[in-house]
């Protein structure tokens, strides 16, 4: 074999060496700089799952996209690092809102205390609105179920105190509308009776 052809062979095999590295690079964590060296986006896997992080000027995270859990979601946080939006996806078996399975938006108060979550289920969408201290003060939902034999179709709004007790509630039915008044949560009138 002359040099000429050990070159092109070598030249060969390394080709195919930069062709394979290429098809595939594997780690746990990918950052992408600016041009100061600040990670402005960054892709890991955690304990929790796959995470794309997104880096304000500064260098803290102001986005999250991922999976967590198994649930994908996607956290807004402001300049302080707390979290001020919620968009998921959740299931029955756990994460963020174990209660209720399906899409999810919530959004938090400065404080961190929960200000509003939108979410939708097999019940049917739901509205709830929370105080700065977290209390709900408004609910309000469109739900249906199968009771066996028969099938209930409900819209409700519901109006709590400080406390976060009922004060108002106002259901929709085939049956007609009901209106409840309550003090301290317990029942005091009702139309119809």
């Given at each position: 074999m002359t040099t000429e052809e050990r070159l092109e062979k070598l030249e060969r095999e390394l080709a195919?060496?930069?062709?394979?590295?290429?098809?595939?690079?594997?780690?746990?964590?990918?950052?992408?700089?600016?041009?100061?060296?600040?990670?402005?986006?960054?892709?890991?896997?955690?304990?929790?799952?796959?995470?794309?992080?997104?880096?304000?000027?500064?260098?803290?995270?102001?986005?999250?996209?991922?999976?967590?859990?198994?649930?994908?979601?996607?956290?807004?946080?402001?300049?302080?690092?707390?979290?001020?939006?919620?968009?998921?996806?959740?299931?029955a078996s756990g994460g963020l809102a174990k209660i209720h399975s399906g899409p999810h938006l919530i959004l938090y108060h400065g404080n961190g205390k929960?200000?509003?979550?939108?979410?939708?289920?097999?019940m049917g969408?739901?509205?709830?609105?929370?105080?700065?201290?977290?209390k709900e003060r408004m609910f309000q939902a469109v739900t249906s179920a199968n009771l066996g034999e028969e099938f209930l179709a409900m819209a409700?709004?519901?109006?709590?105190?400080?406390?976060?007790?009922?004060?108002?509630?106002?259901?929709m039915t085939k049956d007609g509308p009901r209106l409840v008044l309550s003090d301290n949560g317990k029942p005091i009138w009702s139309a119809p009776r």
């Amino acid at each position: 074999m002359t040099t000429e052809e050990r070159l092109e062979k070598l030249e060969r095999e390394l080709a195919n060496l930069r062709a394979e590295l290429a098809a595939e690079v594997v780690t746990r964590k990918i950052a992408v700089c600016d041009e100061n060296g600040k990670t402005s986006a960054s892709l890991t896997v955690t304990n929790l799952g796959p995470i794309l992080y997104l880096h304000d000027e500064n260098g803290k995270v102001r986005a999250a996209l991922g999976m967590f859990e198994d649930q994908p979601g996607l956290y807004l946080y402001d300049e302080n690092g707390k979290t001020r939006a919620v968009l998921a996806v959740t299931s029955a078996s756990g994460g963020l809102a174990k209660i209720h399975s399906g899409p999810h938006l919530i959004l938090y108060h400065g404080n961190g205390k929960t200000s509003a979550q939108l979410c939708t289920s097999m019940m049917g969408p739901q509205l709830t609105l929370y105080d700065e201290n977290g209390k709900e003060r408004m609910f309000q939902a469109v739900t249906s179920a199968n009771l066996g034999e028969e099938f209930l179709a409900m819209a409700m709004l519901t109006l709590s105190d400080d406390n976060g007790k009922a004060g108002v509630g106002l259901t929709m039915t085939k049956d007609g509308p009901r209106l409840v008044l309550s003090d301290n949560g317990k029942p005091i009138w009702s139309a119809p009776r």
